[in-house]
Every structure is written in C-alpha cells, then in structure tokens.
C-alpha cells in the first residue's frame, strides 16, 4: 500500500460536487456531436480549474495528436487544429494515461524527492508508481513544457473501449496547484465524456452512414438474384464506389476481374494482390499511402496513393480493392515535428525535445484521404453479406441437387421397369400380327391386311422407342470408365461404320487437324459422335454433301470445345432448345430415314455425364453446328 497526502483547502460535500458537476453534465449529454462535446468540456474544465488554456487533444491511428478544441484568453497564441508527433507522447507514457486518470504538474520547477528506502523493503524491488498522482516525472517532458512556456499542467485520460482516445490538456503560465477535490470533478467530467465519446462519434457523419446503409441492403437484395456475387456487387457500379467513397473499384474472382472508375491498369493490379496475399489480415488490408508499403503504387499515385482490400475467399482469389487518389494536403504542426538531436559537452548525443512550438506547415504527398472507421466497418459488413449469400444459395442448390438425383434416379429406375414390362405386351401384338398375315392373309381383304401391316409398323416404331427410353435410362445408371482416349481413333471408328452403313449417301468428312486426346468414356463418347455426324449426314438434301470435324482453340486448360459442322438442312431458332427433347422430332417419322427422336437427347446425356455443356449454332436452310465440351 502507498498513502499519498497533500493539504486540505476545501471542504468537501456531496452538494457541492454534484453542483460543481451537473451543468457540465447535461450539456455534454445534450451536445449533438463530437465537436460541440469537446467544446463544452474545454469551456467548463477552463471554469472549474482556472487554468490558462483547456484543450481535447485527440491520437490518430498512427499515435499523432491534433488539438479538436480549446478554450483561452484572447492574448494566448490558439494551438486549435495543429498537429503533434506521435514522440510528443511516447508508448510508455500513453500506457500510464489507461492506468491513471488524470496526471498533474503544479509546477515545472518543482526540485525532486528522493524515495527513502528507493526499493521495497521486503521484495527489494523498484517500487511502482503507476498510480501514484505526486510523483515525479520524466525530465525531458519538464523540458517540453518549459519549451512551450508551461508553468503547470494537468490532464485528463479520455478513454474508448479501453484504449487512449485522447486527453484533456491543461495549461498555466505559471505554477498552479490543483486541491484533490477539483481534481476528482474534473476526473469525473472526464469519464462521462468518455462514456459520451461512442454515441457523439457515432452521430458524425450521420447522413453518410445512413446512406451507406441504403447501399448495403440494395447489395443484400441483388447479389441472390445475379448469377454470381460478382454481377451483383457491379450491378449499379456507382453503388460500390459511394460504399467507401472510393475512385476506382476492382473485383477479381479468379483470375477474372471487373473494374470501375478509376484504377491501375489490369497487371499493376494483378501484381498488386500478389503482394496483397501475404499482407491481408482478417481478411482485411487499408492505407492512405500506398507508395509507403508498396513502393511500386508510385507509378498509380493518381489513381491509388489509398487502397482498401477485402479477401471474401480463403481459398480462391477472390478481392474486392477500392482507390483513392493522392491528395496533396498542408498539414499544420505545433513546430517542426522531427525531433532533433543535441550534441553535448562530452561529445555524446541527447534526445532533446523541440524548442519551438510556432506554426510549421508541412506538404504531404503520396496520401489519400484516410478510411474512416465506419467506411472499413461497411466493406467488412459486405464481405460478411456476400459470404452469408452464396453460402445460403450453396446450400439451397445443394439441395436442389439432392432432390434432383433422387427424382432421377426414380425417373431412371421407372423408365427402365416401364420399358421393360411394356416390350413384352408389344411383342405379343407384334407377333399376332405376323400370324395373322401368314395364316389368313390371302383370305382377308385388302382393307384388312392393310391394317395389320399398318399395326405392325405402329408396334415396330413403338419398340423402337421403348428401346431408346432404355438406353437413356441406362445411361444414367452406368458407371463412367474414363481414361485417356485419342478422339482421331474414335472418329475414325465411327466415320468407317457409318460409311458402311450410308452408301448411298456421297458425303465428305473434313478434319482440319489433328484431334486432342481427352480423358473420358470410350463407348459413350463414340455413340456422341456417331449420334451427332450420323445427324449432320442424314439431314441434309445436298448433292454434295460435307460434314467438318474439329474443335476450337483452348480458352481454359480444363476442357476442349469439339464442334461438328454440316451443310445441311439447318434448324430454324425457334426449335434450338426442343431438340434436345426425347422423342421430339422436327419432321415425320419417314422423312430423312426416321428415327425415334432420341438420338440429341442422348449426346446431351453423355455429354452432361462428363462434366460438358452442349448446343447448337445454325442458320435455316444453310447448316448447322453442333459444339460440346469434354474435360481435358
């Protein structure tokens, strides 16, 4: 335990406290903003303690103080607005401001005491004196205010989630003595204006946070209806940059990248988040001055001196960056802020605390605006949004996905006992046909042969398609055997089949080059294709007929887009989508050979079950061509 003493030149009384106390009080509760607030208590300090000047001195993020408020008589130079170096107040000494409320000095030339004993008595350690409010102080800050013509000092901690937000500085020309009394009213004008500190900053700028809001609820509404995240962040792409009041705004997914307004060129900004990925923490990065910590946004300063970086993905590259512009700004400091050095006597170097504390003015370039608290909170806050979006859609296709290969299955499953079970009545009326033709047809009439021969066909065709929903119920329950197969050999295989089957038919097979190899099934992928070429020769009406084979230059390592190209018939817009319908034909069953109207049906199938998406480019009466992707 350490008692400290000192005389007693008040009596005190809660009355009198509490009268001492309230008016401050409620007009620090009613001030409508921070500067108002911080006005009101320089004022009432000032009245209580008498001190010459009462200023709120209040830390940016970098450890740097600016003076926000101040109250003095007319003859004293203001320091209102300038700026102090983050050394002015060292680490150790903002440390002791979160322990100790309020620090006074009544007197610059005060001669120090020494402690007796100087170490405790029983642990034999320094003793600390974190809390002690007569204790000496450091040398160098007696220096700093005798520098500023300070004759006694007092200040007041003023505290935000438990970190330093700033102070209540006191200043006296002359040496000034502070009762323990006013002391404690001044201690307890300083933490309700702490308390106060959270609702005054958050009413600042309440406009721009209410529209900030507004922006973010139109991202809630469009990101579910887009096709992806990113089509609805550059949906209304003034949206994205008044969210921050950014210039320029990138969103990359992968390797693809939206840019709005004002930004790098595209591989400034590739190189860019290469070096973001090792910099970004909590999925978060932001500077005012970028050419600071990345020496090469030097080359941008026009466009990006300030950049604020969201990661939404931890495992693909997915950045949402926002710009802004170099603004070359004046900042007003109390006196030369780099701190000099002296030489003494000895030859040896002393850190020496500045001697003038009068206006210097200094340009600062390579900066931007800084990112206000609240501004980082709304891009967090989207971050969190996108990510509650698509994981929610994620879910919601994952069961759509779930119900979807059930429902097939059962679909497969029906198809494949409905096609069995339905061939065999057929084959009875089929075969009862025939009898009936061989037994009784040179007794029937012509009417009645005609029948049975017409009910023959009928029973024929419907086999016919019984067998088709088979095999395309098959296709669903077969287990793809993929490996690495030559597509030259496949078409190969079915150009000679399909030769030997279509004599009659003169048509010309083109490959303009030599075909990929790509890793899939075999046997489906050779049906794909003799279903797709056996299509390009049957319908076509041309003397000279050709059909070309190929596939396009690679736009992604992942899978080749083959096409098949005819001269043919072609299909007008209108049937591009029911073509790929089972059983759906666009002539009568005994034009162009027939068929049952299953054949695209089934190439869709095959062509789903690897991965790939098929369809059609055609002009009416000019041919057609027919593209689908397989995996590399």
Request: hydrophobic share 40%; with cysteine.
């Given at each position: 335990?350490i008692?400290?003493?000192?005389?007693k030149?008040?009596e005190?009384?809660?009355?009198?406290?509490?009268?001492?106390?309230k008016?401050?009080?409620?007009?620090?509760?009613?001030?409508?903003?921070l500067?108002?607030?911080?006005?009101?208590i320089?004022?009432?300090?000032?009245?209580?303690?008498?001190?010459?000047?009462v200023?709120?001195?209040?830390?940016?993020?970098?450890?740097?103080?600016?003076?926000?408020?101040?109250?003095?008589?007319?003859?004293?130079?203001?320091?209102?607005?300038?700026?102090?170096?983050?050394?002015?107040i060292?680490?150790?000494?903002?440390?002791?401001?979160?322990?100790?409320?309020?620090?006074?000095?009544?007197?610059?030339?005060?001669?120090?005491?020494?402690?007796?004993?100087?170490?405790?008595p029983?642990?034999?350690?320094p003793?600390?004196?974190?809390?002690?409010?007569?204790?000496?102080?450091?040398?160098?800050?007696?220096?700093?205010?005798k520098?500023?013509?300070?004759?006694?000092?007092?200040?007041?901690s003023?505290?935000?989630?438990k970190?330093?937000?700033?102070?209540i500085?006191?200043?006296?020309?002359?040496?000034?003595?502070?009762?323990?009394?006013m002391?404690?009213?001044?201690?307890?004008?300083?933490?309700?204006m702490?308390?106060e500190?959270?609702?005054k900053?958050?009413?600042?700028?309440?406009?721009?946070?209410?529209?900030?809001?507004?922006?973010?609820?139109?991202?809630?509404?469009?990101?579910?209806?887009?096709?992806?995240?990113?089509?609805?962040l550059?949906k209304?792409?003034?949206?994205?940059l008044?969210?921050?009041?950014?210039q320029?705004?990138?969103?990359?997914?992968?390797?693809?990248?939206?840019?709005?307004?004002?930004?790098?060129k595209?591989?400034?900004?590739?190189?860019?988040?290469?070096?973001?990925?090792?910099?970004?923490?909590?999925?978060?990065?932001?500077?005012?001055c970028?050419?600071?910590?990345?020496?090469?946004?030097?080359?941008?300063?026009d466009?990006a001196?300030?950049?604020?970086?969201?990661?939404?993905?931890?495992?693909?590259?997915?950045?949402?960056?926002?710009?802004?512009?170099?603004?070359?700004?004046?900042?007003n400091?109390?006196?030369?802020?780099?701190?000099?050095?002296?030489?003494?006597?000895?030859?040896?170097?002393?850190?020496?605390?500045?001697?003038?504390?009068?206006?210097?003015?200094?340009?600062?370039?390579?900066?931007?605006?800084?990112?206000?608290?609240?501004?980082?909170d709304?891009?967090?806050?989207?971050?969190?949004?996108?990510?509650?979006?698509?994981?929610?859609?994620?879910?919601?296709?994952?069961?759509?996905?779930?119900?979807?290969?059930?429902?097939?299955?059962?679909?497969?499953?029906?198809?494949?006992i409905?096609?069995?079970d339905?061939?065999?009545?057929l084959?009875?009326?089929?075969?009862?046909?025939?009898?009936?033709?061989?037994?009784?047809?040179?007794?029937?009439?012509?009417?009645?042969?005609?029948?049975?021969?017409?009910?023959?066909?009928?029973t024929?065709?419907m086999?016919?398609?019984?067998?088709s929903?088979?095999?395309f119920?098959r296709?669903?329950?077969?287990?793809l055997?993929?490996?690495?197969?030559?597509?030259?050999l496949?078409?190969?295989?079915?150009?000679?089949?399909?030769?030997i089957?279509?004599?009659?038919?003169?048509?010309?097979?083109?490959?303009?080059?030599?075909?990929?190899?790509?890793?899939?099934?075999?046997?489906?992928?050779?049906?794909?294709f003799?279903n797709?070429?056996?299509?390009?020769?049957?319908?076509?009406?041309?003397?000279?007929?050709?059909?070309?084979?190929?596939?396009?230059?690679?736009?992604?390592?992942?899978?080749?887009?083959?096409?098949?190209?005819?001269?043919?018939i072609?299909?007008?817009?209108?049937?591009?989508?029911?073509?790929f319908?089972?059983?759906?034909?666009?002539?009568?069953?005994?034009?162009?050979?027939?068929?049952?109207?299953?054949?695209l049906?089934?190439?869709?199938?095959?062509?789903?079950?690897?991965g790939?998406?098929?369809?059609?480019?055609?002009?009416?009466?000019?041919?057609?061509t027919?593209?689908?992707?397989?995996?590399?």
């Amino acid at each position: 335990m350490i008692l400290e003493l000192e005389p007693k030149f008040w009596e005190a009384d809660f009355f009198g406290f509490y009268q001492l106390v309230k008016p401050p009080i409620q007009r620090i509760q009613n001030a409508s903003n921070l500067t108002e607030m911080c006005q009101i208590i320089v004022k009432y300090v000032r009245k209580i303690t008498g001190f010459d000047r009462v200023m709120v001195y209040q830390f940016d993020a970098e450890g740097a103080g600016r003076v926000i408020a101040e109250d003095k008589p007319e003859y004293l130079t203001p320091y209102l607005g300038l700026r102090y170096p983050a050394s002015d107040i060292p680490k150790q000494a903002k440390q002791l401001y979160t322990l100790n409320y309020i620090r006074l000095i009544p007197d610059v030339n005060y001669q120090p005491v020494a402690l007796i004993p100087a170490h405790h008595p029983v642990r034999n350690q320094p003793i600390d004196l974190s809390f002690s409010v007569l204790r000496s102080v450091s040398p160098i800050h007696i220096e700093y205010l005798k520098n500023m013509g300070v004759g006694a000092s007092m200040s007041i901690s003023l505290i935000k989630n438990k970190r330093l937000w700033g102070l209540i500085a006191c200043h006296h020309q002359t040496a000034k003595y502070v009762n323990y009394e006013m002391r404690t009213a001044c201690e307890f004008l300083g933490q309700v204006m702490s308390l106060e500190l959270a609702s005054k900053e958050e009413n600042e700028d309440l406009e721009r946070k209410i529209k900030i809001k507004s922006i973010q609820a139109k991202f809630v509404e469009a990101i579910p209806q887009a096709e992806n995240f990113v089509d609805g962040l550059v949906k209304e792409p003034s949206d994205l940059l008044d969210l921050v009041l950014a210039q320029g705004a990138v969103v990359c997914a992968g390797n693809a990248c939206t840019v709005l307004g004002k930004t790098p060129k595209q591989d400034e900004v590739a190189e860019l988040i290469t070096w973001l990925e090792n910099k970004i923490q909590d999925n978060l990065f932001y500077t005012d001055c970028l050419p600071k910590v990345y020496p090469a946004a030097e080359r941008f300063k026009d466009v990006a001196s300030g950049l604020l970086a969201l990661s939404i993905s931890k495992t693909q590259k997915y950045y949402i960056l926002w710009f802004r512009p170099e603004v070359i700004q004046t900042v007003n400091w109390g006196g030369n802020p780099h701190k000099p050095v002296e030489l003494e006597e000895n030859g040896g170097w002393r850190l020496s605390p500045r001697k003038s504390f009068d206006l210097w003015q200094e340009t600062v370039r390579l900066m931007s605006l800084p990112w206000k608290e609240y501004e980082i909170d709304a891009a967090l806050e989207l971050r969190s949004a996108i990510i509650g979006i698509v994981l929610r859609k994620a879910d919601e296709l994952a069961k759509i996905n779930v119900e979807l290969e059930r429902s097939n299955s059962e679909l497969d499953a029906f198809a494949y006992i409905a096609s069995h079970d339905l061939k065999e009545p057929l084959r009875g009326i089929h075969n009862y046909s025939s009898f009936l033709l061989e037994d009784y047809g040179d007794v029937l009439k012509e009417d009645g042969v005609s029948k049975l021969q017409t009910l023959m066909r009928l029973t024929q065709r419907m086999e016919d398609l019984i067998d088709s929903l088979l095999h395309f119920s098959r296709l669903g329950r077969v287990e793809l055997l993929l490996q690495k197969v030559d597509i030259n050999l496949v078409v190969k295989n079915v150009v000679y089949v399909l030769k030997i089957s279509r004599k009659e038919d003169n048509v010309e097979i083109y490959i303009p080059r030599s075909l990929p190899i790509v890793r899939c099934d075999r046997v489906q992928i050779q049906e794909l294709f003799t279903n797709l070429i056996g299509n390009a020769i049957k319908y076509n009406d041309n003397s000279e007929k050709w059909v070309e084979i190929g596939y396009l230059d690679p736009s992604s390592p992942e899978s080749v887009v083959f096409y098949i190209k005819d001269n043919g018939i072609g299909i007008r817009e209108k049937h591009k989508e029911a073509i790929f319908r089972i059983f759906k034909r666009l002539h009568p069953a005994n034009k162009y050979g027939g068929g049952t109207g299953a054949g695209l049906t089934i190439a869709k199938k095959i062509v789903e079950r690897h991965g790939g998406k098929i369809w059609v480019e055609s002009i009416y009466g000019e041919g057609s061509t027919f593209y689908f992707t397989l995996p590399s």
